[in-house]
């Protein structure tokens, strides 16, 4: 199983900047998908990027252009670059990896704790 640990949330004001990690460990063949999801309050949980092992890239459409995923394998972690930050940016965000395990079929997944993050002046 895969644990999950994330971090980098905090305060900012709209149009600044943070970046969140979020590790990896446990036992896995290989991970394959890494992916940033957030919740914000009263809503459901939305993929913001993901990532694959390949280094294939998919971004919500309102983070594209703001947001940077990326990826360091040899580290089994995920950064998530935030610039131009916005208010209905803030809310809970959680890190999620899909990945195989060693004689085992099919792809497991793990969440992460989440970390808020809130955009406000």
């Known amino acids: 199983q895969v644990q999950l640990v994330e971090s980098g949330g905090g305060l900012v004001q709209p149009g600044g900047s943070l970046r969140l990690s979020c590790a990896a460990s446990?036992?896995?063949?290989?991970?394959?998908?890494m992916a940033w999801y957030r919740q914000a309050p009263e809503k459901q949980r939305e993929l913001v990027a993901a990532?694959?092992?390949?280094?294939?890239?998919n971004y919500k459409d309102s983070v594209k252009g703001r947001f940077t995923i990326s990826r360091d394998n040899a580290k089994n972690t995920v950064y998530l670059q935030m610039n131009s930050l916005k208010p209905e940016d803030t809310a809970i965000y959680y890190c999620?990896?899909?990945?195989?395990?060693?004689?085992?079929?099919?792809?497991?997944?793990?969440w992460g704790q989440g970390t808020q993050v809130t955009v406000s002046s």
């Open positions: 446990g036992s896995f063949s290989r991970i394959v998908t």
């Open positions: 999620n990896a899909e990945y195989n395990r060693w004689q085992r079929v099919g792809v497991y997944a793990s």
């Open positions: 990532i694959t092992s390949g280094g294939g890239i």
